[in-house]
């Protein structure tokens, strides 16, 4: 028994996957479309599984969203209990046990999926370099983590977030996407990730 998955789901209650290169199909074939997804990016604060504590990413993660507030997966079904896409889960789900947690380990070598390996429009690879570049995750995560309780936030930084801001909104004006694949195609904006740090800014969201 210890070695079959009981679809108890939850593991789908805790975390919702990180994506691997082995999950590409899924995403192109549409099992798994852009709107569901969103990207980590590189320098990003995220939650090591596999130590049990928060880290700065080395390298970007695009992971399936979770619903609201919550770290419910969102292919997962609360009254059944299950994955509504069980037949054709990630690699990160078929390989988890509860009982056997060890096997995620052999995951962590794996590589994983990167929004490079999912978009071939040269223009929206442009933008997402773009964004990258001028929007350092990095060095605006070190900022913050530099702050304390008594700082205020520096207006370069202040400036920063209105610049993500705007960029996103300009995105979606010029280029025929999804509004709920903005989060994949540019990650969290500074403006959200701001809140896991606790800190509250008199900006309202563009």
Sequence with gaps: MNGACKRCGECCRRSSPTLHLEDRALVLRGVIPFRYLYTLRKGE???????????????????????????????????????????????????????????????????????????????????IDAHNQRVDMAYFIETLESLSNSDRIRDETVELILYDLHFREFIKEKLPLNPDEIQFYLGRSLYEILKDFGIELDITPL
């Design 45 to 127: 604060k995220a939650f090591d599984n596999l130590n049990q504590t928060l880290v700065n990413l080395q390298e970007e993660l695009i992971k399936v969203k979770e619903k609201g507030d919550t770290r419910e997966c969102i292919f997962f079904d609360p009254l059944s209990s299950s994955c509504t896409i069980y037949e054709h889960r990630p690699l990160q789900c078929r390989v988890f046990l509860c009982s056997r947690p060890e096997h995620s380990k052999a995951l962590s070598k794996r590589k994983k999926l990167q929004r490079t390996d999912l978009v071939s429009n040269p223009e929206i690879l442009t933008i």
